[in-house]
């Protein structure tokens, strides 16, 4: 199984100011034919389910902000939010979907 | 707009069964594969089973893997999840999600139906 890890476990910003969350994987989720990351990450607010934000590591689902911005390749990614909102306070996750088994991070709780 | 709204939980003893549902609308539900995921303790999400468009393909996670069975029924546009001889290990919030065209990552969830599992 592949293992996905967050760091770090939570993570207080103040409004405005620049998040990163990373995660890795214990083996790559690249996919060597089409060069794409198997990587997702998801937004839950509290009370709320997982949002989808971004997908193939780097591309926003529709309707996400901009200040929502995915790198990494291979075992290292992040997340990043350029200008932490209000309404950005909640858990994120990380998912590969490069093979079953399908993983998540454990989350990064993101406050003010 | 995607909906997924997942019914059937509750609580229970170790041991014995229940079913989850998923009433799905809003997409043409024969068109896509679908998953259950759970949440323990607002944390720490588990994949558990994923069935294809047309139930061919079926895949469980080692944790439930003979004690699961996932379904569908694309006549009702709907998903289950049959769960026996369970254990306070499977107590958690049951998500429906739908997989995309591209990829086994979920772009709509359901809200979730608890199972407690306890004596």
């Not at chain 1, 199984?1 to 939570?10: A, C, L, N, R």
């Not at chain 1, 937004?43 to 995915?70: C, H, I, M, N």
């Not at chain 1, 979907?97 to 993101?110: D, I």
């Not at chain 2, 004690?67 to 429906?96: H, P, V, W």
Request: hydrophobic share 30%; glycine share 10%; with cysteine.
């Amino acid at each position: 199984d592949i293992v996905m890890t967050q760091s770090p476990e939570s993570l207080t910003v103040a409004l405005g100011e620049r998040a990163t969350i990373h995660c890795r994987s214990s083996q790559t989720v690249l996919w060597s034919s089409n060069r794409k990351n198997y990587l997702a990450w998801y937004q839950q607010r509290p009370g709320q389910s997982p949002k989808l934000l971004l997908y193939w590591a780097s591309t926003r689902e529709s309707g996400v902000p901009d200040r929502f911005s995915g790198s990494g390749s291979g075992t290292d990614f992040s997340l990043t939010i350029s200008s932490l909102q209000a309404e950005d306070v909640a858990i994120y996750y990380c998912q590969q979907y490069y093979s079953s088994p399908w993983t998540f991070g454990q989350g990064t709780k993101v406050e003010i | 707009e995607f909906q997924l709204v997942e019914s059937g939980g509750g609580s229970v003893q170790p041991g014995r069964s229940l079913r989850l549902s998923c009433a799905a609308s809003g997409f043409k539900f024969d068109d896509y594969g679908m998953h259950w995921v759970r949440q323990v303790s607002g944390r720490g999400l588990e994949w558990v089973s994923s069935i294809s468009w047309n139930s061919n393909s079926i895949e469980y996670a080692d944790s439930v893997k003979g004690r699961f069975t996932i379904s569908r029924d694309n006549a009702k546009n709907s998903l289950y999840l049959q769960m026996n001889s369970l254990r306070g290990d499977d107590t958690a919030l049951y998500f429906c999600t739908k997989m995309t065209d591209y990829g086994d990552y979920f772009d709509s969830w359901g809200q979730g139906t608890l199972v407690t599992v306890s004596s």
